[in-house]
């Protein structure tokens, strides 16, 4: 079953971090309209060596345990994001990642099988990380990067887990 992002968590534990952790100036926000709608906005700046603005949030405990990957709707700008995840086994600032484009101004639905998930530690491949496990999940979110500077915003309607063999 498909929750918008104000059901997870009640939509408050979602956050957003920008390069200013690096001495970047990207700015970004996070807002959950009343329909449950996520609206991820902001601006990426490439100055200061920054380039990136990130959106995480809380997963339940076994959120997406024995699905094949996330599938979302979404309506976008244009540029290309990352769904990531994280689970609470993987040490340091490893996540997994999975690239999409986000069709600009229109809503889409977007599958992400887990087997296509990348791990990636600081913008880097990591090659010893072990596979990603759909239990352990604590942690998902989206990341703009790529020296895409300027302007983005990435509309989440819906999120879900799906089984490798479930159509939209």
């Known amino acids: 079953m498909s929750k918008n992002l104000s059901e997870w968590n009640k939509g408050d534990s979602w956050h957003t971090t920008d390069d200013v952790v690096m001495g970047g100036i990207s700015s970004s926000s996070f807002t959950v309209q009343k329909s449950g709608t996520g609206i991820f906005e902001g601006n990426v700046s490439l100055e200061n060596n920054g380039g990136f603005s990130s959106l995480k949030g809380e997963i339940p405990e076994n959120g997406f345990s024995g699905f094949s990957g996330i599938r979302f709707k979404a309506r976008g700008d244009g540029k290309k994001y990352k769904l990531y995840v994280k689970d609470h086994n993987q ?78």
């Not at 596979?131 to 989206?142: A, N, P, Q, V």
Request: hydrophobic share 35%; glycine share 8%; aromatic share 14%.
């Open 91 to 168: 040490p340091g600032g490893i996540n997994y990642q999975y690239e999409f484009m986000a069709e600009s101004g229109i809503s889409k639905i977007y599958s992400c099988p887990f087997s296509e998930f990348i791990p990636v530690s600081k913008g880097k491949l990591v090659t010893a990380a072990s596979s990603l496990e759909s239990d352990k999940i604590r942690f998902m979110g989206f990341i703009i990067a790529n020296r895409q500077n300027g302007n983005f915003k990435l509309e989440i309607e819906w999120i879900e887990g799906y089984k490798e063999n479930s159509h939209v």
